[in-house]
């Protein structure tokens, strides 16, 4: 199953599901140290226009800033979640 893209009520903010994601705790991360404690929200949290990794039992949010494009974005974020899932 290829990986989803969700929007949220968060114009800044958009959720992503692929079958195969499971997390076995939350981790919220806003600061490259804290993304480090999960290797993909370190991937994703590296992203250039992206400020916040949110992983939770089956998705992935992921916060952009203001001024950024999501189809920039999206193709990132969905490019490494697709690369983690197939275990690289």
Known sequence: MP???HPTP???AHKYTASGLKFS???NA????EASKHPLA?????L????NVFLVQDFVTVNKVAGAEWEDVDG???GIIEKFLEGG
């Open 76 to 78: 990132n974020v969905v």
């Open 42 to 46: 370190a991937r994703l949290f590296a």
């Open 10 to 12: 968060n114009p800044n």
């Open 30 to 33: 806003s600061t490259r140290e």
């Open 25 to 27: 705790g939350p981790l």
């Open 3 to 5: 990986v989803q893209i």
């Open 48 to 51: 250039e226009n992206v400020y």
